[in-house]
């Protein structure tokens, strides 16, 4: 035996040792089957804090253990959580003032619920909570809610009852749905660097036990949980949810695969695909309350012309955007999501017909020149398209758009940027159209987009009759007007055409066949809202 | 090097990093993006809640300020905050070096003596079937990516055989010796087959050059076994050269783990700056860029030291 060949031995040897000994090491810990009632959940971001109203996350883990008033279901619906009821006018929870200005909306509590710590919840915690969050010195990322409410006052500990300064529709969507802080641990003290922002005490199904940076948030079962199925059972089924923290989407599915993950809710499109089959994985399709579409610069005196809005919006095709995000979105032809009551299915629409477009455009007098750019009287149709840089799947649809506009003669190029740069470009107006998403909450405030004096209104876009429309809508109570409004908005939407809506996102949840009982949830209260119903089969 | 050289080698530090910090913070800011970019597709998150939210962090003010402002802090031993957690800026970094400290131990260890044996070996057998086949593997070693060699074993081990956990630093709630051991072996090794690959080539080279000096034939001539004189003379005369490379990569070794610990789920310190790089947590950042290029410069002081300590001649005053 020669030196060489020895050595290959040794090393071979003592490769297969190695492996052994890690398997031995690992405890033998069959990876693949967990027979613990346990759940593990992927995270794709690293979480910033656990205070539902700081974070810039959806509040996945927070879910979980926090609770709100109200909740919005898997049809975006509101249902009751720790209030007993939805406030309607029907069921006496809001009464409009006589002079039609203001509101005053009265949640009934519920009875024998308690904080993780066991100390009672009560109307004094909800009072607390409008407080902290519209105190100044928290630095919240959203204070949506907390400054329409101008008083609050508990005639007893299981009965809040809010004052509005006027007619708020929206007044569910935010502040007492996020969830309630305890009063008893968090007087007193400064909300920005709390140690609740680490360990959040609710009154939800899991309770945090640990939370390592970087890594997990381990929540166990509450025992004293309030709420029961059908059949009598106290709620959750699960004994532990662990929140594993895998910013790279690979090593998450890798994860999936192997066992030591049992949910991730949401599968990157392109890798959504190689899941599909896999044994004992599920995929489940949820919609989201996202539109992706692309917006007009109403600066730009060419982008004013209705002709040449027309044109584009006939000559875009969804189906190829469709197809270039894996298949999972579907068509958009309205800013209101599909499962919403308020989307009108018969709004006005432009199908995809190129040679409409092109003579749309020819009647409007925008003739091609002879580098095949159409212009009239000098004024080329050339505009810059911007949407934000990095965003891959934004890219890809934004060059499918490109194209699209160039085969009707209109020329058209990237001018994407990243971060600062970008936004200012969308809400300052620093664009010819941009390309981009919304995402909202169950109560889309579209003034903010569409109205003359809109916060997110980069367009500067401008119809009297739309701000008069949007005015009615969020000024009422009553479905039926708010319906109407909503119709109209639609159609003067599809009319005006400031934006063309595009695709709707879906998300795609990869699950372990063993978890039964999941409700996706298309908003911003995520999936896990809903988890005490979740249940591991063996 | 006597001590008052060192004290005047540490002392020169202080204006070095100043500087550093200088070109980072510039570069760090000119780069786009900004902290608030998380909320860019919230429409609830309207621009004035952005500008309060700017203003409470003083990213309104100009750069030159905020550059003035942080270095004053920082001259105090004040890290800041960070945007993302509102958490001290030291409590961060602490927390998040222990793993990598740990990670780059193993690996330097695993590949120091991969680098020992390969190097010694393909050096005696300079040429022949064995040598190559080391040159195979260590351009192996330095050519394939560290992520893609990642996924690959983590598909091997985890997916596969179910060995191994794909990743993470220890199994949530059972920890124990042996898990976190089983947790650290595939990143280790991913870091330290590139690593060591590298240390290998170093080693090799200086071996072959060292065996040609007629120290060598004198040892061999008063007949001292060739292990002996592979390690008693070859060996301790090549290290020196490739002392300064290995100490430099120590350093890029705890800075630097960045992709091995992203493709792993490894919390350290190269996590903690691909976070804050998305989050553009400025704060952070200058931590984390501050305490590396200290890292750099510290474990060059540390090669130095060393070298004089192997080689007689390089020791001065």
């Known amino acids: 035996m020669t030196d060489a060949s020895r050595g290959q031995n040794w090393s071979r040897r003592g490769a297969l040792g190695g492996i052994a000994a890690a398997t031995t090491l690992s405890g033998c810990r069959p990876l693949r089957r967990r027979a613990d009632n346990t759940l593990v959940a992927g995270l794709t971001y690293d979480l910033d804090t656990l205070n539902v109203y700081s974070t810039g996350f959806l509040g ?51 009875r024998g619920v308690r904080w993780h710590d066991g100390a009672p919840f009560t109307a004094a915690d909800v009072a607390f909570t409008w407080r902290a969050v519209r105190n100044p010195a928290f630095l919240a990322e959203s204070k949506d809610g907390a400054e329409e409410i101008v008083a609050i006052e508990t005639p007893d500990p299981f009965t809040v009852v809010c004052r509005y300064a006027k007619v708020t529709p929206t007044f569910a969507a935010t502040l007492f749905t996020f969830g309630i802080l305890p009063k008893h641990l968090l007087e007193g003290v400064n909300l920005n660097n709390a140690p609740y922002n680490e360990r959040p005490i609710g009154t939800g199904p899991f309770i945090v036990t640990r939370f390592r940076r970087g890594q997990y948030v381990l929540t166990e079962r509450n ?50 695909k190689q899941m599909n089959g896999l044994a004992g994985v599920d995929l489940v399709r949820s919609p989201l309350l996202s539109w992706q579409h692309l917006d007009f610069n109403f600066r730009n005196p060419l982008l004013r012309d209705p002709a040449i809005r027309r044109a584009i919006a006939h000559a875009l095709d969804r189906s190829a955007m469709v197809k270039v995000n894996g298949g999972f ?90 971060g600062i740069a970008y936004r200012q ?45 949007l005015a009615q809508m969020e000024s009422t109570l009553d479905p039926v007007e708010r319906k109407r409004a909503a119709f109209e908005m639609q159609h003067l939407l599809a009319v005006d055409l400031p934006t063309i809506p595009l695709t709707n996102a879906v998300a795609v949840v990869s699950k372990n066949s063993r978890l039964q009982g999941f409700t996706p949830n298309p908003t911003n209260m995520t999936p896990y809202v809903s988890c005490a119903g979740w249940r591991l089969n063996a | 090097m006597s001590a008052g050289a060192l004290l005047r080698r540490l002392l020169g530090v202080i204006p070095l990093l100043i500087g550093i910090s200088l070109i980072l913070f510039a570069v760090i800011h000119l780069a786009p993006g900004g902290p608030l970019d998380v909320y860019a597709d919230n429409p609830s998150v309207t621009p004035e809640a952005l500008a309060r939210i700017a203003r409470a962090y003083g990213l309104d003010r100009p750069l030159t300020v905020q550059y003035a402002l942080w270095l004053k802090a920082m001259l105090i031993g004040d890290w800041g905050y960070s945007i993302r957690t509102g958490r001290p800026v030291l409590t961060e970094i602490t927390e998040r070096i222990g793993p990598t400290l740990e990670l780059a131990a193993v690996a330097a260890s695993v590949a120091l003596l991969m680098a020992m044996a390969l190097g010694v070996v393909a050096a005696a057998r300079d040429g022949r079937r064995i040598d190559r086949v080391i040159e195979l593997v260590t351009l192996g070693g330095l050519s394939i990516p560290v992520f893609w060699l990642g996924l690959v074993l ?16 220890e199994t949530i ?45 004198t040892a061999y001539a008063k007949g001292l076994s060739r292990p002996a004189v592979l390690l008693r003379h070859g060996l301790r005369n090549a290290i020196v050269p490739a002392i300064s490379i290995i100490a430099l990569d120590l350093a890029s070794l705890i800075s630097g783990a960045v992709i091995t610990e992203a493709v792993f789920a490894w919390p350290g310190i190269g996590s903690l700056f691909v976070e804050s790089l998305d989050g553009r947590d400025y704060p952070v950042l200058m931590g984390v860029l501050l305490a590396g290029s200290a890292a750099v410069i510290l474990a060059n002081l540390l090669a130095d030291l060393v070298q004089g300590l192997l080689d007689p001649r390089l020791r001065d005053g």
Do not use: C
């Open chain 1, 60 to 110: 996945d883990v927070q879910a979980a253990v926090v609770e709100g008033l109200l909740a919005p279901d898997a049809h975006a619906r509101y249902v009751p959580v720790l209030a007993t009821s939805v406030p309607s006018i029907a069921n006496g929870g809001i009464v409009i003032d006589p002079d039609g200005t203001g509101m005053t909306i009265t949640y009934a509590l519920r």
């Open chain 2, 173 to 217: 709630g059972g920890s124990s010796f042996g898990d976190r051991l089983a947790h650290l072996v595939m990143p280790a090794a991913v870091l330290a087959f590139a690593t060591g690959a590298a240390w290998t080539r170093y080693l090799r080279a200086g071996m072959i050059d060292a065996l040609r000096q007629d120290y060598v034939r």
């Open chain 2, 154 to 169: 983590q598909y091997l081990f985890s997916v596969k055989l179910g060995w191994l956990p794909s990743a993470g630093l």
């Open chain 1, 425 to 469: 470009a969308r809400y300052k107006g620093d664009f010819d159209m941009t390309y981009s998403s919304w995402v909202t909450g169950v109560d889309p405030v579209y003034s903010r987009f569409f109205a003359t004096h809109g916060s997110n209104n980069g367009q500067a876009y401008s119809n009297p009759a739309m701000d008069r429309i």
């Open chain 1, 223 to 272: 025992p004293h949980y309030w709420r029961r199925d059908a059949a009598g059972r106290q709620l959750p089924y699960i004994d532990r949810l662990i929140f594993k923290i895998i910013p790279n989407s690979n090593t998450l599915l890798t994860q999936l695969r192997s066992g030591e993950l049992d949910l991730v809710t949401q599968t990157p499109y392109d890798q959504a």
């Open chain 1, 329 to 418: 979105q579907t068509p958009a032809w309205s800013v209101v999501v599909p499962i919403f009551d308020f989307h009108d299915p018969h709004a006005l629409r432009y199908p995809y017909d190129p040679v409409r477009a092109r003579a749309i455009l020819d009647a409007a007098g925008y003739v091609p020149g002879p580098d095949g750019v159409r212009a009239r009287a000098g004024a080329r149709l050339s505009f810059r398209v911007v949407t934000q840089a990095g965003k891959a799947d934004d890219e890809l649809t934004q060059q499918i758009i490109l194209a699209q506009l160039k085969a009707i003669g209109i020329e058209a190029f990237a001018d994407n940027k990243m």
